[in-house]
């Protein structure tokens, strides 16, 4: 590691830093602007000058940007030196002459980055007294408002949003200082990623539309360390809550999994937090099919009399934390209880576990893919079913770019140079789904097909690699060799596959290709998405019940009460068997955090704690289980369902309960044993020496908070189960990293101030504990050659049925159930939708943005759906998008076209 001299102090610098980011790392003060840890230099703004000496002897030096000079042995600057602090002071005063007085009503006031520089800097007046530059805002859609004439013109978000994230539609225009960023014309943002330009622009030029309609000041926020509950990778984020509402999610820094970004579902989705539709208070049912609301002694009293007069089934859900599907399986017993999954998706997540848990090697972090250097995408629309790690496949696609970087000593730091040095070179990266992705840009070739031929390819794959002959069209051939021949010839093969097809020979194919490469001595790596937050959790928490055997042991009689954990059954099965069991029953539990179709069937609704409510874990697609913090505290009798489940009351403490579960789960299932870890990380354990705040030590109106209640301030609750105080009082400054609520430090009041937490500027947090892991068995599943997996799939409609075939396909904003109850949403998503073949389209007389009605088949008949006609979508199949209702893959469907369909005067931009 090079020794540089900074003010005549020597310091030991990472090799290969810039003096910015060596600067920031040794925990001196330097402004910027247009630098990113994520993003790189591009010397932009001219706001982190320093003076560079030649040697000792020099006292003149020269100006240089700390962005754009690489540290050597020996190097000599000043950052306090008074033309180094002139020029910055400068160029401040330069970016402020348009900049309006709007701090105090700016909603990125208090945590601005511009304010933060401009203290930093000592530019406390103005001397312009001409008029402004001024500009027209632009509407953007439902997720981001937009005031252009805060704008400093640094370039960071149309290098996020195009560079780095991939978007096309947000664009620099103009010239000289009329600089202007946003769309060609208003319209919303067409990324999934469009949420990180709040975080990412360092004024408020971009800020949180759904927050604004609610603001609270970053100061007079409540949080905690939290984790996405959006899809399976598990992303890490802070939940921001203020007079018993969820205010905003922030992306909380994890250098494995998601680093600095969330995609929008991730931050925008759990508005249903605060939905109407939120149950709050414990319902029994009436005579007449209401509600009548019960106080929670009662609500547990009459719990407790069903568990004990009745037989017994639980129903998990994959969306429920550990704790609550393990509290319902210890009280039904394993006998009686189903995990919660379709029949359908129940044996995949089971084949899923097996494949990327019990080879040896566990699935990589969304950083190592990011290292892969050439990638095989199998059936999986990962832009919508798992977003972050699409965003770390277009990083993993610029990796070429960076090896060409190295021979021609251009840093990796420098952006714009490992860009243009390699023009459009990118990783070779190969994508076969049923429809094109969001990723077409980045892959070296693509093919959309059914769910059948997308195996048999994978399966032509492996036989390549081993060096076996194919026949195939020369289209699928030309594919099927691009990709067995990169990912031989690389040095850290990725395949990425999932469930979300419903697919078994995918799956397996995928896992062939990974076994024929490490044949070959390679160490590939093999990452499958799964569908939910906790599927991995609950699948390792196994029942002997599937949702079909469940179901049909209601509607036969053979038990006569079902508690159903967070989950709409009406999701994973036949709405008529759904509904014909709980018909059956005689006694319907249900907990659940919104309303939803299975709870209007049930006897007694309780009302269950949303992430933000509560305490618990999830395990994610690698594995890793991690810990959600609860935010604040719960309005009503809400409560979280694995305290329901266990029967908490008022004089029992929830701690010793949620700790006793969390063991006796670890005793009795092997594979989660190190939960124990976890556990034992939640609480204080040595890690910290007081309880860390959740609020900061600015939050104000605690004492008048609740006047309308009582006028004497109450007293602040005692939290016993984690490391955290309800209160500004606690040790914020010595917390472990991974433990922060939120990230200040003196002169950092915005999200940049997280590189004080970090071990090196864009590194590892400081003090983080090791990651936990569930630990699995080796692999019982053996990939056969031989038998229909491996054999021919025409690809042509599958005989026996009538009408269209279905495929499940996936979007962004809608398919998943809880996100779907959040207004901005719902306006992103759209209509429900379906894609079509050109001739099955022209069969049916119907065009894009026409209106179909399912008049019969495998799926509850009545729906209709917009059309979209796609060339990509196979004859005879039809890609129905996954939402609200069962949509069994492979069923057969026939459409009539709408008569009464009203089209939209216009499309908007959807995943």
């Not at 001196?28 to 993003?39: E, K, Q």
């Not at 089971?350 to 019990?358: E, F, N």
């Not at 008529?576 to 709980?582: D, G, P, S, W, Y």
């Not at 492979?890 to 959807?910: H, K, L, T």
């Amino acid at each position: 590691m090079p020794k540089i001299i900074i003010d005549n102090k020597e310091y030991e610098v990472a090799d290969g830093d810039n003096l910015l980011q060596a600067c920031l790392s040794r925990g001196i003060d330097l402004p910027y602007f247009c630098w990113h840890p994520a993003m790189g230099s591009v010397g932009a703004c001219r706001q982190c000058a320093v003076v560079q000496y030649q040697d000792e002897n020099d006292e003149r030096g020269r100006i240089v940007m700390g962005c754009m000079t690489p540290v050597s042995e020996g190097l000599r600057i000043s950052v306090d030196a008074n033309n180094a602090v002139n020029f910055r002071a400068s160029v401040i005063e330069w970016l402020m002459l348009n900049h309006p007085h709007d701090c105090p009503v700016c909603e990125e006031g208090g945590e601005c980055h511009l304010q933060d520089m401009t203290v930093m800097t000592g530019h406390t007046s103005r001397r312009y007294t001409g008029k402004k530059r001024t500009f027209e805002n632009q509407y953007l859609g439902p997720f981001i408002n937009h005031e252009m004439n805060r704008c400093i013109t640094c370039y960071r978000c149309v290098r996020y949003y195009k560079d780095y994230a991939g978007g096309t539609d947000l664009q620099a225009l103009g010239s000289r200082n009329r600089m202007y960023f946003g769309r060609t014309e208003p319209g919303v943002l067409e990324s999934e990623f469009s949420g990180n330009l709040v975080e990412v622009c360092p004024t408020g030029v971009f800020t949180n539309k759904p927050f604004s309609e609610s603001y609270t000041r970053k100061w007079d926020l409540q949080s905690a360390p939290s984790v996405c509950m959006g899809c399976a990778v598990g992303c890490n984020t802070s939940p921001g809550e203020r007079y018993g509402n969820l205010k905003r999610i922030q992306n909380r820094y994890n250098e494995d999994i998601n680093s600095y970004f969330l995609c929008d579902r991730g931050r925008f989705g759990s508005g249903y937090v605060n939905s109407e539709k939120r149950i709050r208070n414990a319902g029994l049912r009436c005579e007449d099919g209401s509600f009548e609301i019960i106080d929670k002694t009662d609500a547990l009293n009459r719990f407790a009399a069903i568990v004990k007069d009745n037989k017994l089934i639980g129903i998990g859900s994959p969306r429920a934390s550990v704790e609550s599907n393990y509290a319902l399986r210890a009280l039904v017993g394993e006998a009686n209880y189903c995990a919660g999954f379709s029949d359908a998706e129940a044996p995949l997540v089971d084949l899923a576990i097996d494949l990327s848990q019990g080879h040896g090697k566990r699935a990589p972090t969304l950083k190592r893919v990011e290292a892969a250097d050439a990638v095989l995408l199998l059936g999986e629309d990962v832009s919508n079913t798992a977003p972050r790690l699409a965003l770390s496949l277009r990083q993993t696609s610029r990796n070429v770019s960076k090896e060409m970087a190295g021979p021609a000593s251009i840093p990796l730091w420098q952006d714009a140079g490992v860009r243009g040095h390699a023009q459009s070179a990118l990783t070779p990266v190969y994508s076969a789904s049923v429809l094109p992705t969001r990723l077409e840009d980045i892959c070296t070739d693509s093919i959309c097909t059914t769910p059948e031929r997308i195996a048999y390819l994978g399966n032509c794959i492996t036989q390549l690699i081993e060096g076996k002959s194919v026949e195939l069209d020369e289209a699928d051939m030309a594919f099927v060799n691009g990709a067995a021949q990169a990912l031989k010839s690389a040095s850290n093969p990725l395949v990425v596959s999932g469930t979300s097809l419903l697919n078994e020979a995918v799956l397996h194919a995928a896992a062939q290709i990974t076994e024929a490469l490490k044949a070959l001595a390679q160490e590939p790596d093999l990452l499958l998405c799964f569908a939910e937050v906790n599927s991995v959790g609950a699948g390792l928490i196994t029942g002997a019940l599937s949702m079909h055997s469940a179901l049909k042991k209601l509607t036969d009689g053979s038990v006569d009460t079902a508690i159903v954990l967070e989950n709409d059954l009406y999701r994973r099965a036949e709405s008529e068997k759904v509904a014909a069991a709980l018909s059956a029953a005689s006694q319907v539990v249900g907990l659940d955090v919104v309303e939803n179709a299975t709870l209007e069937q049930a006897t007694l609704v309780l009302p269950a704690a949303s992430f933000a409510e509560t305490e618990g874990c999830c395990i994610n697609y690698e594995g890793r289980a991690q810990q959600f913090y609860q935010v604040y505290e719960p309005q009503g009798d809400i409560m979280a369902a694995w305290a329901w489940v266990a029967g908490i009351s008022k004089e029992s403490t929830e701690t010793d309960v949620r700790e006793k579960l969390i063991s006796d789960c670890a005793i009795e299932l092997p594979c989660l044993s190190r939960l124990t870890h976890l556990n034992r990380m939640a609480g204080q354990s040595g890690r910290t020496a007081a309880k860390i705040p959740r609020q900061t030590h600015r939050f104000s109106g605690r004492t008048a908070m609740n006047a309308n209640v009582s006028v004497h301030e109450p007293r602040t609750s005692e939290d016993v189960n984690s490391p955290f105080s309800f209160s500004m009082e606690g040790d914020s400054a010595a917390q472990p990293g991974d433990l922060a609520p939120y990230v200040w430090a003196p002169g950092w009041n915005s999200n940049q101030s997280v590189t004080q937490y970090q071990e090196h500027a864009g590194g590892a947090l400081r003090g983080a504990a090791d990651a936990v892991f569930v630990s699995h068995a080796a692999s019982t599943t053996t990939l056969e050659k031989t038998g229909p997996i491996f054999g021919k799939a025409s690809g042509k409609v599958r005989e026996g049925g009538a009408g269209l075939c279905l495929v499940p396909v996936y979007c962004v904003f809608g398919s998943d159930e809880l996100s779907a109850h959040t207004s901005e949403m719902q306006a992103r998503a759209g209509r429900a939708r379906i894609s079509l073949n050109p001739q099955d389209a022209k069969a049916l007389h119907v065009k894009t943005g026409d209106g179909l009605y399912c008049s019969t088949g495998e799926i509850t008949p009545g729906q209709s759906y917009e059309v979209l006609v796609s060339a990509s979508m196979q004859q005879g199949f039809v890609g129905l998008v996954q939402g609200a209702a069962y949509l069994p893959a492979g069923a057969w469907v026939s459409f009539v076209r709408d008569e009464n369909w009203a089209r939209q005067p216009e499309v908007i931009a959807r995943g």
